[in-house]
């Protein structure tokens, strides 16, 4: 069965530069989650769409905007990289309606700040 | 709020050692669904079981167990008879079903089974 996709799967920036992430969900999922795993730390939600539209915000730096678009793909983009960026970045989806207490996780980003 | 305790932050144990990971949940919403992943070092979180919280039956699937007890607010796992295999980080996860959709996650439990 088709997974979510995540692209790219290591990212290695310098500071102060900006980082794109991609996040292709199961199809015909409408709904993508962001989760940021700092080292050592337990995944935090960042953001989440429904349908393109924002849905739900957690701890998300002002530094960071994400976007869902009409294919239901998500990009989450960083600009003004810190140190502190560095961390696993997971994209989960699910189908709304079917899947709402279920999340389906990608493989992970793992982003690194040098 | 809703918060997720993983009281044991590191559990080391020798091959076929059964071991007993414990997971305590906070949360108003009457409705609510518990969770636990692995994470093996590679990265990935693997789903190992979801569980609601109108169904508090116990569940085994080969040598892992789930015991759910509301009463108490806990989720504990058990795995049985462990293997080198299972060594990773375990988290427990809460969703509620009280307009959030983001999964709260207990901050882990590194399990290391030895050989």
């Known amino acids: 069965a088709a997974g979510v996709i995540q692209s790219p799967r290591h990212l290695i920036k310098e500071k102060r530069e900006t980082a794109t992430l991609k996040c292709y969900p199961i199809?015909?999922?409408?709904?993508v989650y962001w989760y940021q795993q700092g080292p050592g730390q337990d995944p935090q939600f960042l953001i989440s769409?429904?349908?393109?539209?924002?849905?739900d915000k957690g701890s998300i730096p002002d530094r960071f905007s994400a976007q869902q678009f009409s294919d239901y793909h998500s990009e989450l983009n960083m600009s003004s990289l810190e140190l502190g960026d560095s961390a696993l970045y997971f994209c989960?989806?699910?189908?709304?309606?079917?899947?709402?207490?279920?999340?389906?996780f990608g493989p992970g980003t793992r982003l690194t700040v040098l | 709020a809703q918060k997720v305790t993983q009281a044991q932050t590191e559990i080391s144990v020798v091959e076929k050692e059964d071991v007993t990971l414990d997971c305590v949940y906070e949360?108003?919403?009457?409705?609510?669904?518990l969770f636990w992943y692995k994470q093996p070092p590679s990265g990935e979180l693997v789903f190992l079981i979801r569980?609601?919280?109108?169904?508090?039956q116990n569940e085994i699937s080969g040598r892992y167990s789930w015991n759910f007890q509301k009463s108490t607010s806990s989720f504990n796992f058990t795995i049985t008879a462990s293997q080198v295999v299972d060594s990773a980080v375990y988290f427990c996860a809460l969703v509620g079903q009280g307009g959030s959709e983001k999964l709260v996650f207990g901050k882990g439990t590194k399990l290391t089974v030895n050989p």
């Open positions: 989960a989806s699910n189908l709304a309606e079917v899947d709402f207490n279920e999340q389906f």
């Open positions: 569980r609601n919280s109108f169904d508090e």
């Open positions: 949360t108003r919403d009457t409705t609510y669904y």
């Open positions: 769409f429904y349908e393109k539209m924002q849905s």
């Open positions: 199809p015909r999922h409408d709904t």
